[in-house]
């Protein structure tokens, strides 16, 4: 089912190519409709679980990472996934020595595992966060925060969605 459905999905886009090319220049069009197709299908694939090491290793590499400061909340269950609202805390001075510099929003269903980058400092006064995200299915969330010394911490909530978003890779 799902390789006839991809099948026709390559089949259309490939109609679609060979028209849009033809019509406004074959060296451009088809190059970018080609990436366009990669990605497509690759993101399909990509929309599975991650384990939590995936989703924080290209963040965190080789530096400290611990659970604590991070207070992430999310309804436990969220009935469209489209709009569901995350707030998040964290304790930090947000001095000049002692700063939150990053925050990442992480899914681990959605296409795309990172949901938001914000840059912080300590002209932010607080490290309060507030926004909607869009989430794919039952899965956790993780809110990992960078300290200025380089340090990472963290905070983890599961979120049940009835109804997912995402699933499109729009």
């Known amino acids: 089912m799902r390789s006839d459905l991809l099948s026709r999905r390559q089949s259309i886009l490939k109609l679609l190519q060979t028209t849009l090319a033809t019509s406004l220049g074959a060296g451009w069009l088809s190059s970018a409709y080609a990436q366009v197709d990669k990605l497509t299908i690759t993101g399909l694939a990509e929309a599975r679980l991650r384990t939590f090491e995936e989703m924080v290793r290209p ?3 080789t ?7 991070v207070s992430l909340s999310l309804p436990l269950l969220a009935d469209n ?4 609202p995350l707030s ?4 930090s ?6 700063h939150i510099t990053h925050v990442y929003l992480l899914s681990q269903r959605n296409p795309v595992p990172l949901m938001a980058k914000f840059v912080l400092g300590p002209w932010s006064g607080r490290a309060d966060l ?5 989430l794919s299915g039952n899965q956790n969330v993780i809110a990992l925060a960078r300290r200025s010394d380089g340090s990472f911490i963290y905070d983890v909530q599961e979120v049940v969605v009835t109804e997912a978003a995402c699933v499109d890779n729009g």
């Open 88 to 91: 998040l805390k964290i304790d």
């Open 63 to 69: 530096q400290t990472l611990t659970k604590e400061a």
């Open 81 to 84: 996934g489209h709009m569901v």
């Open 59 to 61: 963040y965190v590499q």
């Open 93 to 98: 001075p947000m001095t000049e020595e002692a």
């Open 130 to 134: 507030s926004t909607r995200v869009r």
